[in-house]
């Protein structure tokens, strides 16, 4: 499985950008998909996941819950996370990442599929 997390760029505090992770096979939707950042010199952390299609369920890390939403594409082979109310503390490189399996983590060793970070950048 491969990923191609795209979406990312230059943003105004306030404003949104939606990240999208297209996967290369069409039974993504049996794929947990999880959103990872980085920022520079800070660890990698978990920012959402969402269990496979059967599922379903979604999960948020406390500073972005309320802002960012994350949602399967009519497609079935992408996710979203629509980024909204940006703070100058969202800038990071975001990754997406998948595992087959029904119920979604916030641990990154359990994904098996990763994509290449795409760049936020949050001005002030």
């Known amino acids: 499985v491969q990923l191609q997390a795209s979406g990312g760029g230059l943003v105004q505090a306030g404003g949104s950008l939606r990240l999208s992770c297209t996967a290369s096979?069409?039974?993504?939707?049996?794929?947990?998909t999880g959103w990872f950042r980085q920022a520079p010199g800070k660890e990698r952390e978990w920012v959402s996941c969402i269990s496979n299609a059967s599922d379903g369920s979604t999960f948020y890390d406390y500073p972005v819950k309320g802002r960012f939403t994350i949602s399967r594409g009519n497609a079935k082979n992408s996710v979203y996370l629509q980024m909204n109310s940006l703070k100058p503390e969202d800038t990071a490189a975001y990754y997406c990442?998948?595992?087959?399996?029904?119920?979604?983590?916030?641990?990154?060793?359990?994904?098996?599929?990763w994509g290449q970070g795409t760049l936020v950048t949050v001005s002030s």
């Open positions: 096979v069409r039974t993504f939707s049996n794929y947990v």
């Open positions: 990442a998948a595992e087959k399996r029904k119920r979604c983590t916030s641990y990154a060793q359990t994904y098996e599929y």
